[in-house]
């Protein structure tokens, strides 16, 4: 069965400072992965998608993410984060065939940006 | 556009009432996901809806069931509300048959639904 596991639920870190987001999945055929972002009271919003090619994708906001087959990882990364990246992130993977295709979540991150 | 929308924004029931939520879908989209997010938790996939038709389902009790209109709009109506079914209900558009898969999913902010 697929799975989503985000290796921290909460990431403190200072503003300016870099940022990883840890996400690895379980699945036995292709897949197409996400990073969603959920600020406070709000909906969820694409940062990015893997879905072919390049197995590092940039993202809104200055977000990118390695897709790495091997390690069965996709880890969301900042170089320098700002106050209003606070937020929950949520990394989620689209595994199967056809129309069984799934999406599977996380259960988040959240990320903590202090001054 | 106005993107995906939701309403009522927030709802107060009792135990054993029953709820209606509305979605209106982006533009352009004629897939619409319903999704159940409990505090501290991931969204967790309630069904989809296609041509009018369910076409995939979550693990959810068929207390939880919806409607597609010809304008793609849907609704999600739970009934019998139980004090867990209290959470921010999601509902999520998109451009085709395979939504779940390739598709980017556009997300409305929610209804925040409290059951006391």
């Known amino acids: 069965a697929q799975s989503v596991t985000q290796l921290d639920s909460q990431v403190p870190v200072f503003e300016e400072a870099p940022v990883e987001l840890r996400c690895n999945y379980s699945s036995s055929v292709s897949v197409y992965l996400f990073w969603y972002v959920q600020y406070p009271n709000q909906g969820l919003q694409l940062l990015l998608k893997?879905?072919?090619?390049s197995t590092l994708v940039k993202g809104i906001n200055g977000f990118e993410a390695e897709f790495n087959k091997s390690q069965t990882s996709f880890h969301l990364r900042k170089p320098s984060v700002h106050i209003s990246d606070t937020a929950e992130y949520f990394c989620a993977v689209s595994a199967g065939a056809g129309n069984n295709r799934k999406l599977i979540w996380g259960l988040g991150t959240s990320l903590a940006v202090n001054p | 556009d106005a993107g995906v929308t939701q309403s009522p924004t927030h709802l107060i029931k009792t135990r054993g009432q029953q709820v209606t939520l509305r979605c209106s879908p982006k533009?352009?989209?004629?897939?619409v996901s319903w999704y159940q997010q409990a505090l501290g938790q991931g969204p967790q996939f309630i069904f989809q809806y296609y041509e009018e038709e369910e076409r995939q389902r979550g693990n959810f009790p068929d207390r939880f069931s919806g409607h597609q209109f010809p304008n793609y709009s849907s609704e999600l109506n739970v009934n019998a509300l139980l004090l867990g079914d209290s959470a921010l209900y999601l509902c999520a558009s998109s451009p085709g048959r395979n939504g779940r898969g390739g598709n980017e999913q556009f997300f409305g902010p929610g209804t925040r639904l409290t059951v006391l």
């Open positions: 893997y879905l072919s090619g």
């Open positions: 533009s352009g989209h004629d897939t």
